[in-house]
């Protein structure tokens, strides 16, 4: 895990906004909830919660994922994302013990 990488992924508002509605997918998206959240959150439910275009929204969920916060899933032409816990655990872990 890339500390400088993790924490420049942490640095914007929205990409916050966006770990922390995956944090609670079923609250946060239920607009998803009749198709279910086994594989994480679509792309376009994320982009709709946010306000923002298909592209910016790439664009961070593609930095979360460099730094290893997200993991994705690609099913046909839709893509999911889900956090991913086991990093948060690390980097909780590294803020207590170095920070």
């Known amino acids: 895990m890339e500390q400088v990488e993790i924490f420049k992924a942490l640095s914007n508002k929205t990409r916050l906004n966006i770990l922390a509605w995956l944090k609670e997918p079923e609250d ?4 998803q909830k009749e198709f279910g959240f086994e594989h994480g959150v679509c792309v376009g439910q994320i982009q709709q919660k946010a306000g923002l275009t298909q592209s910016t929204v790439s664009e961070y969920l593609t930095t979360l ?18 956090r991913n816990e086991e ?13």
Not at 28 to 31: A, H
Not at 65 to 82: D, I
């Open 28 to 31: 946060s998206f239920p607009g």
């Open 65 to 82: 994922q460099r730094a290893g916060l997200v993991k994705s899933t690609r099913l046909g032409q839709w893509t999911y994302y889900r």
């Open 87 to 99: 990093a948060f655990a690390a980097l909780s872990q590294l803020i207590q013990s170095e920070l």
